[in-house]
């Protein structure tokens, strides 16, 4: 069964720092891995998105990476602001998309 | 554009009652999906369309049925509500190969 594993499962920074996000996969085939953003109450929004020969993609203060060979990604947020206070999704997938539980990213200031 | 509208964003329904829960799109997607949160949970896929008149059941199809005439639109139809099925309900629409868009969401109380 392809699945999708996040961690951690929540996580608290300060303000400012730095985190980094972990996704495990075992979805094959594989065409593409995205992260999204899901804010409470509101639908996921699509941050990155990379293809099998993609090994990083960076939006903004985004960085997602991914080892297809390891089946895992990451996605690091560099200097964190309120804003960032969300729920990560890793998604992978051919056409149907496989959803990871996410993680739950709270932001102190 | 107005991406992809879901329609109504909040509803109650008792025991047994029926409903259909709308989603619309006006990016020309081929792929339209319809999701189930449930609290604390990753997002679980319902059904699914390739196209106009193509549908097919995802993770969790029962108690379900949708259908696609036309591209812009995917309906999701509840026929006998269950308390099981009280969940935040998500449309997306995408070309397959890139990024979905999502609509805002439908939440669900069965009573």
């Known amino acids: 069964k392809n699945q999708v594993e996040q961690s951690p499962q929540s996580l608290i920074i300060l303000e400012g720092k730095n985190c980094t996000l972990q996704c495990n996969y075992t979805v094959s085939p594989f065409s593409n891995l995205r992260w999204y953003k899901q804010d409470t109450g509101r639908g996921p929004v699509s941050l990155t998105i990379m293809t099998f020969s993609e090994n990083t993609k960076s939006n903004g203060r985004y960085t997602a990476t991914l080892d297809a060979d390891t089946k895992q990604s990451s996605l690091h947020i560099t200097a964190s602001q309120l804003s960032d206070s969300a729920s990560y999704i890793c998604v992978v997938s051919e056409h149907i998309p496989t959803f990871g539980r996410g993680t739950s990213l709270i932001v102190h200031p | 554009n107005a991406g992809v509208t879901q329609t109504p964003k909040f509803r109650i329904l008792k025991i047994g009652q029926s409903m259909t829960l709308q989603c619309t799109q006006d990016?020309?997607?081929?792929?339209m999906y319809w999701y189930r949160q449930d609290p604390g949970m990753g997002l679980k896929l319902i059904y699914y369309s390739v196209g106009a008149g193509i549908t097919d059941k995802g993770e969790v199809p029962n108690g379900y049925n949708v259908s696609r005439s036309t591209t812009e639109d995917f309906p999701l139809r509840l026929e006998l509500a269950a308390p099981s099925q009280t969940s935040v309900y998500f449309c997306?629409?995408?070309?397959?190969?890139?990024?979905?868009?999502f609509g805002s969401g439908t939440r669900l109380t069965v009573v």
């Open positions: 990016m020309n997607h081929n792929y």
């Open positions: 997306a629409s995408g070309l397959g190969g890139d990024g979905y868009t």
